[in-house]
């Protein structure tokens, strides 16, 4: 794969600033997904948030999943990473399964839903939806966007 910079990422004295987040793409023995509705604004993604400062990836995780979804994960690999061009986040998704808990609803999310891989194409975006199917198949993905949609190479 050819990579080129862009003149923005040339310019001198120009300090990148991102914010990390991470996510846990979460399936049962049946094969769904753990999706919210966000509170905020409605959009169906899966459960995560930014990471904190003292926080391993894994530890933010479990912790977003559980706050979220009151579901308890056991964390597993790293299944991808995203970034957003537009708003300079990189999101790194893990797969998890489920070890305990129970659905409930957080101040972050108004729903907590399992769904099929149908379902999932039918209510969560894109940019979001790739995230889960990504989870599934075997090794690590990179891809960017700009918000809606994947730019080349993803």
């Known amino acids: 794969m050819l990579l080129h910079m862009s003149n923005n990422s040339r310019k001198s004295g120009s300090t990148p600033r991102h914010s990390v ?69 990189v999101a790194l998704v893990f797969r998890c399964r489920p070890v305990g808990g129970a659905l ?11 769904l099929t891989a149908d379902e999932v194409g039918e209510r969560v975006a894109e940019v979001f939806a790739v995230r889960l199917f990504d989870a599934v198949r075997d090794g690590v993905v990179v891809r960017s966007h700009d918000g809606w949609v994947f730019v080349d190479g993803s």
């Open 21 to 89: 987040s991470v996510a846990g793409a979460v399936t049962d023995s049946e094969g769904r997904f753990l999706v919210i509705r966000r509170a905020d604004s409605g959009a169906w993604e899966l459960p995560g948030g930014v990471l904190e400062l003292a926080e391993t990836p894994e530890v933010g995780v479990w912790r977003e999943v559980w706050e979220e979804t009151g579901v308890e994960v056991e964390v597993g690999g790293l299944s991808g990473v995203y970034k957003n061009l537009a708003r300079g986040i």
């Open 104 to 114: 409930r609803v957080s101040e972050e999310s108004s729903e907590v839903v399992w």
